[in-house]
């Protein structure tokens, strides 16, 4: 089975300018999930899509969206960049949430740098 | 909300020696796990540890939920070991909150 797939790996953008990252999960896999890494603030939890519905966001202004698309595709959008949103974005899928435990599988991370 | 402190920041290992690093957590969490952050920034699943112990070759984990820590462990360390280990705590809708990590390198 082929992982979690995030593209573009890298990414150079200016301030103002809008962003979209997209994430592709493994297949048959329902939730997908995005984080932020940044060095001062760590792994920070972003939102939650499972069957094209938000079920989760974490602390993060309104320039952050995201949506789901009925093949369980994700994409995040970051719009009006900030030096601040540069950081290694980080997709993770699963089969769901409920019992059993699904474990998380994460992509290798789109690499976002705004200057 | 739910504190994760890991310890110790960094640890660097020759290439043979055994590890321990420390989850400490602030309140009662659900679904405790380790992570591994390769140099290439994946995130991998390690362990799914809320309570007891666990065993997956030369790595093993042990949570002890009463006393709010768990504890990873690596013997015989390679090179291939290197990175940042995380632990984190899983809330509602699959929201992680993570650990600051701890960055280990093994040495040849």
């Known amino acids: 089975k082929a992982g979690v797939t995030q593209t573009p790996r890298y990414l150079i953008k200016t301030r103002g300018q809008q962003v979209t990252l997209s994430c592709s999960p493994i297949?048959?896999?329902?939730?997908v999930s995005w984080y932020q890494q940044t060095p001062g603030q760590g792994l920070q939890f972003l939102f939650e899509y499972f069957s094209e519905t938000q079920r989760n966001k974490g602390n993060f202004p309104g320039r952050f969206s995201g949506r789901q698309f009925s093949n369980s595709r994700s994409e995040m959008n970051v719009s009006t960049l900030e030096l601040g949103d540069s950081a290694l974005y980080l997709c993770?899928?699963?089969?769901?949430?409920?019992?059993?435990?699904?474990?998380?599988?994460f992509g290798n991370g789109t690499r976002l740098t705004v200057t | 909300g739910i504190q994760v402190e890991q310890s110790p920041p960094d640890l660097i290992l020759q290439e043979g020696a055994n590890s321990t690093l420390r989850c400490n957590f602030s309140d009662s969490v659900n679904n405790l796990q380790w992570f591994h952050q390769n140099p290439w920034g994946q995130l991998i699943n390690l362990f799914y540890?809320?309570?007891g112990t666990k065993q997956n070759g030369r790595l093993s984990a042990t949570t002890v939920a009463t006393e709010r820590y768990s504890l990873l462990y690596i013997s015989s360390s390679q090179t291939t070991d290197s990175g940042v280990y995380f632990c984190?705590?899983?809330?509602?809708?699959?929201?992680?909150?993570f650990g600051s990590g701890t960055q280990l390198t093994v040495l040849p």
């Open positions: 297949s048959g896999h329902r939730s």
């Open positions: 984190a705590s899983e809330g509602s809708a699959r929201q992680l909150t």
């Open positions: 993770a899928s699963s089969l769901s949430q409920d019992p059993p435990y699904s474990p998380l599988h």
């Open positions: 540890i809320p309570s």
